[in-house]
């Protein structure tokens, strides 16, 4: 059982936060905007809905470059727990947030505007499930705590990750989080596996997806588009077109006859 959860609403203009030995265990979820990271090994973006797992004794530099962000932290003492979870990672991990993880965290932001009784006790309550599923899903991503990641379950990891991230616009960088390879030699090996670079992989993943999706006529294709994480649904039809050879519309048509 995690204790001494103190969560903190971050709500801020630009901002630079650094430090060369973070005393505690720090979970951020970027709620609105962008936060910027830099570690010795390590940079990358979280956007709206990702989740960054901030080890004790990590180096790193946070900003947010622009005004409007918006986010939830929780902070932990509990350093046995969360020390075994995390020692020897090669780099911070980030990840887009399942939906649980995100309704908790506006559950915890909506109770700490409450004055309400037993508020303090419920806040404590939700932030230690908020923590155990991030733990949960962080594992379920199948990030290993060495670097003894043969290339088969390198590539398992990323599939796993992509299949995980349909119903988001997630980056190849972020899906790379916490593999203890460049991004250049992980995209050869990618492609050695699979025949696909890593962005090839994930659109077609997206496609399949999308196909089943354009069975149910209750779907928009706007909304298939805007769900799987397209830039817009004539972005989503050009995609489309050029993996299946024709176009959203014109596939349900054809297979709801």
Known sequence: ??????????????????????????????????????TPHQQLIARSGMVLLMPRGTSFTLSAREPG??????????????????????????????????????????????????????IQAQCRLMLAYVLRQYEVLGVKRDSSLSNREIVSVLRRRIHAGLYSA???????????????HLERLFKAETGLSIKQYQLWSKTEEAKQLLLDPSYKVRSIAMELGFLSPKHFSVQFRKLTGTTPIAYRRENLR
């Open 170 to 184: 997630t980056s190849v960088e972020e899906l790379s989080s916490g593999i203890p390879l460049c991004q250049r």
């Open 69 to 122: 962000y918006e986010g939830l932290s929780l902070w932990s003492a509990d350093t046995d727990n969360l020390s075994r979870a995390f020692t020897g990672l090669p780099s911070i991990p980030c990840f887009a947030a399942a939906p649980k993880i995100k309704q908790l965290a506006h559950d915890i932001r909506v109770e700490m505007q409450l004055i309400a009784p037993r508020s303090e006790e419920v």
């Open 1 to 38: 059982m995690f204790t001494d959860i103190a969560p903190c609403l971050l709500r801020s203009g630009a901002f630079t936060f650094e430090t060369d030995n973070h005393e505690k265990f720090q979970l951020l979820f970027v709620q609105r905007g962008q936060l910027h990271l830099r």
